[in-house]
């Protein structure tokens, strides 16, 4: 059986990682190819990178980011942000990412997912989905360019489109509960791991392994995503791995 | 020197930079001379069959890597370059593989979920040079087509994914990893490692 993952993001922002990372013996604490290397040392399944620059310089830097990083660690990663173009996509995974993230764009032009889809596999289309509770309408909401903006569509029929048209993977953040560290959002997870059967990356939340362990096994999530907690040495890795061990939850 | 089989498909950086990372000089290369004199080869691959044989025809690849393989130095597919390395595949039609191990190349059939993506674990099945120092343990899958082997003493390693999957295969001086070594963390680069140590000597020494 395949083991659960539990997932780093780190957030760059013109080649540097912002929203400071807090470990010890750090030569640059903003460098995300020296971050990526320790979080591949402590045991990461995965890494996100989530490219928030705002220039074109800035995303020309990322793909530098991407290819050292992929020449430094030995797990998969994925590169989210900004990325509008099959092109855009191309030159992402040429550097060595294995994955690539698309959010807004995906709103934008759904035709992109597939397109991406075609040209590289379903593998490699990791769509990004931010959702909200709608009082209103009693179900979520998809929201775009960074939890800024409603985008008016019902999350639960918006990630079963995305994988019709060939996303491999979702990456689907709980606005509600991102940052409050309370656990992830298991009623929106379960609810999207129910209607599509490709694997849900869930983010927004954690705050400590047993809100993993919640999030595996009430949520049916493939994959868990955290930042600031690991960032910061609230939790490690490995710490989270052997309480899901423990429980006997598939992990490596 | 270790020859990386360059032939147009797929991204070449990350194995590239393993091999390095594990201190042996390398060469992505397409060229029939530089492959045949190398001390151990490795042929990776992402993509469908179908196009990767075809460029392999169209290169000349393809006897290439038959001749290479004749010569008794190691030869080592990843992900679907092990998968070349088998009679055939039913990817998007009939292709005929390398054919340097017997074997079908077959689609995941069932009500589960395909690709095959993750972090599965690794079950050994006999003895080989690759485990030299290593312990069962999980490595990163990306597949949706899968070999079924025509002899069991090919296989050195399986997974589980709804049945048991062809993970490593072995016979001889050709070797073929249905993971990604180079993703697959300490495991993958010990891995790794213990093959590339095999290309440093010649096969058949008398102690």
């Known amino acids: 059986?395949?083991?659960?993952?539990?997932?780093?993001?780190?957030?760059?922002?013109?080649g540097r990682v912002v929203k400071g990372v807090n470990f010890v013996n750090l030569r640059d604490a903003g460098d995300p190819v020296e971050l990526a290397a320790i979080y591949d040392k402590e045991n990461a399944d995965e890494l996100v990178f989530l490219d928030i620059s705002a220039s074109s310089e800035g995303r020309a830097t990322m793909i530098e980011v991407v290819r050292e990083t992929a020449g430094e660690i030995s797990i998969p990663f994925t590169v989210g942000g900004g990325i509008s173009s099959v092109d855009h996509m191309k030159n992402l995974l040429r550097a060595g990412a294995d994955k690539i993230g698309i959010n807004t764009a995906a709103v934008l032009n759904p035709q992109l997912v597939s397109d991406g889809a075609r040209k590289f596999g379903s593998q490699c289309i990791v769509v990004a989905v931010d959702a909200k509770y709608n009082e209103a309408w009693g179900e979520w909401e998809v929201y775009t360019h960074g939890g800024r903006k409603p985008a008016g569509i019902r999350a639960l029929e918006w990630v079963r489109k995305m994988e019709q048209l060939g996303a491999g993977e979702l990456l689907l953040t709980s606005m509600d509960a991102d940052g409050t560290k309370d656990g992830f959002d298991i009623s929106l997870t379960r609810a999207v791991a129910d209607l599509v059967s490709i694997p849900v990356i869930a983010s927004g939340g954690a705050g400590n392994s047993g809100h993993f362990y919640e999030v595996f096994t009430a949520g049916g999530a493939d994959a868990g995503l955290a930042a600031t907690i690991f960032h910061y040495k609230e939790l490690t890795i490995?710490?989270?791995?052997?309480?899901?061990?423990?429980?006997?939850?598939e992990i490596r | 020197m270790i020859a990386i089989i360059d032939y147009g498909m797929g991204n070449l950086h990350s194995v590239s930079k393993a091999v390095e990372r594990l201190g042996y000089a390398y060469e992505v290369t397409a060229d029939k001379e530089r492959i045949m004199n190398a001390e151990g080869a490795i042929l990776p691959g992402v993509g469908a069959f179908g196009d990767a044989m075809e460029e392999l025809e169209a290169t000349g690849l393809k006897e290439t890597i038959i001749q290479y393989a004749a010569s008794g130095k190691p030869l080592l597919g990843i992900c679907l370059g092990m998968q070349?390395?088998?009679?055939?595949?039913?990817?998007?039609?009939?292709?005929?593989?390398?054919?340097?191990?017997?074997?079908?190349?077959?689609?995941?059939?069932?009500?589960?979920?395909?690709?095959?993506m993750g972090w599965n674990r690794l079950k050994f099945h006999q003895q080989s040079p690759l485990f030299r120092g290593l312990e069962e343990g999980?490595?990163?899958?990306?597949?949706?087509?899968?070999?079924?082997?025509?002899?069991?003493?090919?296989?050195?390693?399986?997974?589980?994914?709804?049945?048991?999957?062809?993970a490593i295969v072995g016979r001889n001086n050709v070797y073929g990893m249905q993971f990604h070594p180079e993703k697959s963390g300490e495991i993958g680069m010990k891995l790794l490692d213990n093959y590339l140590s095999l290309c440093r000597k010649p096969l058949s020494v008398n102690p």
Do not use: W
């Open chain 1, 1 to 14: 059986m395949l083991a659960k993952r539990i997932i780093p993001c780190l957030d760059v922002k013109d």
């Open chain 2, 84 to 116: 070349l390395l088998f009679t055939q595949s039913e990817e998007h039609g009939q292709h005929a593989g390398l054919n340097l191990l017997p074997g079908q190349v077959v689609r995941f059939r069932g009500d589960f979920k395909v690709p095959h």
């Open chain 2, 138 to 166: 999980h490595v990163y899958f990306v597949h949706s087509f899968h070999v079924q082997l025509e002899q069991d003493g090919d296989l050195l390693a399986s997974t589980d994914y709804f049945g048991q999957v062809t």
């Open chain 1, 238 to 249: 490995q710490g989270v791995k052997e309480d899901l061990l423990k429980k006997g939850v």
